[in-house]
Structures are given as structure tokens and as C-alpha cells.
């Protein structure tokens, strides 16, 4: 652990927003750590252009598009993003490609990616796709948690999610990935929606590190539909960890970071599209 220096993220799209930004339920981040500019998600919709030109964020300088799974609302923009991000190479699971509906009240709705996102990533040369099939290293100390291991009974995808309109077929979701920082602090977590669930992605780059300490955790937690019993459980999960701070995001909803705010010791701050924050 001897990397020290600040980590910059910048939320790009959010289901809130500050003044002046646009919301939308997406998620989007600019993150800059270790010397590499990675975009992380690339929304669902307009809010993405339009708070990306108020941040002022230069999309030539990506150097990695990371997809944390392949969600509708996490792929709306690769199509733009990549137009505009020449040198940037792309890292996600293969799964990201999966055809997949979310169910209610039998109305099967699609949830993969946009046929248009899709073409542009199959356009692109072999050598700017890196496949996230096991844990990827992006740059020193920055990693991708490839796929991962479902430990927790409790930590189930999050949704009524199936790879079939019928209903038949659950779907896993294991192209989830998380990213993770080693800081002079401990680790810093960066989910996109956790259908792996936190504690299980935490878990896994335990299995990944010696490291121990968990500085952050930010993003998408995937709690707004989800019983208190498993808010209750995830806390308590966190709390045992000792993390440091917690930035809730997107799908993780107001309820989950009340019950965080009356659960946890730690700092816990929604993010909102247009906030900067540095983590340690
Ligand atoms: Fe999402
Ligand atoms: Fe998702």
C-alpha cells in the first residue's frame, strides 16, 4: 500500500442532482486516481452531454471506459463517449452483453444494453476491449473486482431480473464489477449498482489484498427496493468493517442512507450529479 495520492471523482450523472445539473436514473462518474482518467459508467440519457459540458470534462483524456455491468442506465452514452474518447480503451465483463428483462407485475421490461452502445463497442479494434473476467489492474493500485463471488444469502441481485421475458430464468447479474483503490487509508470501494451486493464485493477483494482497512465506499448500492431486514444486515456488515466513510449513489435509495445515517458511526453523504468529491 504505497500509493498516497487523492483520488478526484466527479459525478456525471446521479438520480438527483445539484442546481443547475441534470438528474436521471443513471449513473455516471469521472474519476481521476493514480495518473489515469477513468469513466465509469456512462449514464442513460441526455443529462450525461449536458453535465458533462457544465463539469468541463474533456473526454479525449479518458484513458479507460469502465462498464461496472451492462444495464440500460450504465450504457446509455458509450456510443458518444467513445466518438469522443479515441485513445480510451474499454473494460467490462463479457456478460455486459447479455439480453435481459426486469419483471413486475408481468410486464417484462428490457434492461440490456442499447443496440446502439452495442455497435459501438463491437466496432472497436481487439486490442481497446479488455475483458474483465477475473480482477483486472487498470493502473498501479486501481483494479476492476472482475465477477464476483455471491457469499451472502442476504445479498441477492437486487430486482426482479431475468435473462427470458417468461421469467424463467434468473439473472445473476455476474457481470457486476466494482472498482477498487488501494489508498494510504485502505481500500476505496466504487460500486455502480452492487447486484453483487457490497459485503460480497468487499468479501472478494479481501481475497484480492491483505489489506483490511476500508477507507470508502461509494456508489450504487442497490438497497431502494430492498427489505429492512437487508439495509439492517448491510449496515451492520459495514459497521463491522469499520469503513470510513460511505457516499451513497443511485440506485441506492434515500431510505437505505437514512437507515445508514441512524445505523453508522462513519460520515455517510449522498452524491448528487455535479458534486466533486476527493477520497483518501
Ligand atoms: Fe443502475
Ligand atoms: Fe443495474
Same mark, same amino acid.
Given at each position: 500500500?504505497?500509493?498516497?495520492?487523492?483520488?478526484?471523482?466527479?459525478?456525471?450523472?446521479?438520480?438527483?442532482?445539484?442546481?443547475?445539473? !441534470?438528474?436521471?436514473?443513471?449513473?455516471?462518474?469521472?474519476?481521476?486516481?493514480?495518473? =489515469?482518467?477513468? $469513466?465509469?459508467?456512462?449514464?442513460?440519457?441526455?443529462?450525461?452531454?449536458? #453535465?458533462?459540458? %457544465?463539469?468541463?470534462?474533456?473526454?479525449?483524456?479518458?484513458?479507460?471506459?469502465?462498464?461496472?455491468?451492462?444495464?440500460?442506465?450504465?450504457?446509455?452514452?458509450?456510443? +458518444? !463517449?467513445?466518438?469522443? !474518447?479515441?485513445?480510451?480503451?474499454?473494460? $467490462?465483463?463479457?456478460?455486459?452483453?447479455?439480453?435481459?428483462?426486469?419483471?413486475?407485475?408481468?410486464?417484462?421490461?428490457?434492461?440490456? @444494453?442499447?443496440?446502439?452502445? %452495442?455497435?459501438?463497442?463491437?466496432?472497436?479494434?481487439? &486490442?481497446?476491449?479488455?475483458?474483465?473476467?477475473?480482477?483486472?489492474?487498470?493502473?498501479? &493500485?486501481?483494479?476492476?473486482? &472482475?465477477?464476483?463471488?455471491?457469499? #451472502?444469502?442476504?445479498?441477492?441481485?437486487?430486482?426482479?431480473?431475468?435473462?427470458?421475458?417468461?421469467?424463467?430464468?434468473?439473472? +445473476?447479474?455476474?457481470?457486476?464489477?466494482?472498482?477498487?483503490?488501494?489508498?494510504?487509508?485502505?481500500?476505496?470501494?466504487?460500486?455502480?449498482?452492487?447486484?453483487? &451486493?457490497?459485503? #460480497?464485493?468487499?468479501?472478494?477483494?479481501?481475497?484480492?489484498?491483505?489489506?483490511?482497512? =476500508?477507507?470508502?465506499? @461509494?456508489?450504487?448500492?442497490?438497497?431502494?427496493?430492498?427489505?429492512?431486514?437487508?439495509?439492517? #444486515?448491510? !449496515?451492520?456488515?459495514?459497521?463491522? $468493517?469499520?469503513? *470510513?466513510? =460511505?457516499?451513497?449513489?443511485?440506485?441506492?435509495?434515500? *431510505?437505505?442512507?437514512?437507515?445508514?445515517?441512524?445505523?453508522?458511526?462513519?460520515?455517510?453523504?449522498?452524491? %448528487?450529479?455535479?458534486?466533486?468529491?476527493?477520497?483518501?
Amino acid at each position: 500500500m504505497k500509493h498516497s495520492d487523492t483520488i478526484h471523482i466527479t459525478v456525471i450523472v446521479d438520480n438527483s442532482a445539484l442546481p443547475g445539473f !441534470a438528474s436521471e436514473h443513471g449513473f455516471s462518474l469521472w474519476i481521476e486516481a493514480r495518473g =489515469v482518467k477513468i $469513466l465509469f459508467d456512462a449514464g442513460l440519457g441526455s443529462a450525461f452531454s449536458r #453535465n458533462r459540458e %457544465r463539469l468541463g470534462i474533456d473526454l479525449s483524456e479518458t484513458d479507460w471506459l469502465v462498464l461496472s455491468h451492462g444495464h440500460y442506465d450504465h450504457t446509455g452514452n458509450i456510443a +458518444p !463517449a467513445l466518438e469522443a !474518447a479515441p485513445k480510451a480503451k474499454v473494460c $467490462l465483463h463479457p456478460g455486459a452483453f447479455t439480453d435481459r428483462w426486469s419483471i413486475r407485475g408481468g410486464v417484462a421490461k428490457p434492461t440490456m @444494453m442499447p443496440e446502439a452502445s %452495442r455497435r459501438a463497442l463491437e466496432a472497436l479494434p481487439e &486490442g481497446r476491449m479488455v475483458y474483465a473476467e477475473g480482477p483486472v489492474e487498470l493502473a498501479p &493500485g486501481v483494479h476492476l473486482t &472482475g465477477p464476483v463471488p455471491r457469499r #451472502n444469502a442476504f445479498e441477492d441481485p437486487g430486482g426482479p431480473f431475468y435473462l427470458d421475458t417468461e421469467g424463467k430464468r434468473p439473472d +445473476p447479474i455476474e457481470d457486476d464489477l466494482s472498482l477498487w483503490i488501494e489508498t494510504k487509508e485502505g481500500i476505496s470501494v466504487i460500486a455502480g449498482c452492487c447486484h453483487s &451486493g457490497i459485503l #460480497n464485493t468487499i468479501q472478494h477483494i479481501f481475497t484480492l489484498t491483505p489489506e483490511r482497512r =476500508v477507507a470508502s465506499v @461509494m456508489g450504487g448500492l442497490h438497497l431502494s427496493k430492498a427489505s429492512d431486514d437487508r439495509i439492517v #444486515n448491510t !449496515a451492520e456488515g459495514l459497521r463491522r $468493517l469499520d469503513v *470510513g466513510r =460511505v457516499v451513497t449513489s443511485h440506485c441506492t435509495g434515500e *431510505g437505505a442512507t437514512e437507515r445508514f445515517r441512524e445505523l453508522l458511526a462513519c460520515p455517510i453523504e449522498a452524491s %448528487r450529479a455535479g458534486m466533486q468529491l476527493t477520497l483518501p
